[in-house]
């Protein structure tokens, strides 16, 4: 997708984001007719050049920096939260204080009406992420310590302040893991049965769709794959998946390939 769509980077600690401060000594109106000069410059640059989306990219880029270093610092600021709310995400357990503040700047973000945030749960390398190779029971518990409190405070504060139900909640990873043992006590990657969950923004909680063998190895009843869930959100948001359509490559593609179906079952 073109550039103007990619993501800005939050951090839990420090600036939420890098240079969010104008320079020292520069006011609003300053700044504000620097972005306007530069602004007309690229686009009399742009219309020599009408395919080169990196450039309208920067242009928004720059609009869109200006806009968050007029707004984003109250939008960040967790201080303005009450104790109950910051005892509710966790952030007074140092096991779950870092996953709490992602849980807890995504609602103030949703709040404020920003329209997709995805909130990351590990990273780096072994049992820094969910990739439990060598102990499971190790990875899952710690993960599971740090993620379930502040998830379960989102949905409780998105439902209290009137927001879930207008606000798609999606939990999910690239797999699941196998039943059978690895290296003694992990588990290797299985792509063919595991689970995701949803909530809020139409969906019909309280139930399961699909399951697996006895094992728990693959899914043989109800199958969801991956463009089914695509098509469920994109029908979810307004959007029939086998309209949306984009060319590359030679051929025009759907957001759901040539597969996908809706899933009725989770709509309530």
Not at 175 to 202: C, E, L, V, Y
Not at 239 to 257: A, I, Q
């Amino acid at each position: 997708m073109p550039a103007t769509y990619q993501g800005t980077q939050f951090r839990t600690s420090g600036d939420p984001i890098l240079n969010l401060r104008p320079p020292q000594g520069t006011t609003t109106s300053q700044q504000r007719n620097e972005l306007d000069l530069l602004g007309r410059l690229n686009q009399m640059y742009g219309e020599a050049s009408p395919d080169n989306s990196e450039l309208s990219a920067r242009i928004a880029s720059y609009e869109l920096a200006f806009r968050m270093q007029a707004n984003a610092p109250q939008a960040v600021d967790l201080g303005q939260e009450s104790a109950e709310t910051k005892k509710l995400y966790g952030l007074d357990n140092p096991l779950t204080e870092n996953f709490g503040r992602r849980c807890l700047l995504a609602r103030r973000l949703v709040e404020r009406g920003v329209r997709f945030v995805e909130v990351y749960s590990g990273g780096g390398h072994n049992d820094e992420n969910w990739d439990a190779h060598t102990d499971v029971s190790k990875n899952h518990s710690l993960h599971c310590g740090e993620t379930d409190q502040p998830i379960a405070a989102l949905l409780t504060d998105l439902k209290r302040r009137g927001l879930l139900e207008q606000t798609l909640v999606v939990w999910a990873g690239e797999f699941g893991r196998t039943p059978t043992g690895q290296n003694g006590k992990g588990r290797d990657h299985s792509p063919r049965g595991f689970s995701t969950w949803m909530a809020g923004g139409g969906i019909k909680g309280g139930q399961v769709v699909g399951s697996t063998d006895d094992f728990g190895y693959a899914a043989v009843e109800n199958k969801v794959h991956v463009h089914d869930l695509h098509a469920t959100i994109l029908h979810l948001m307004g959007m029939d998946h086998k309209l949306l359509t984009y060319f590359h490559g030679g051929r025009n593609h759907r957001l759901t390939d040539v597969k996908g179906r809706v899933v009725k079952e989770l709509i309530g």
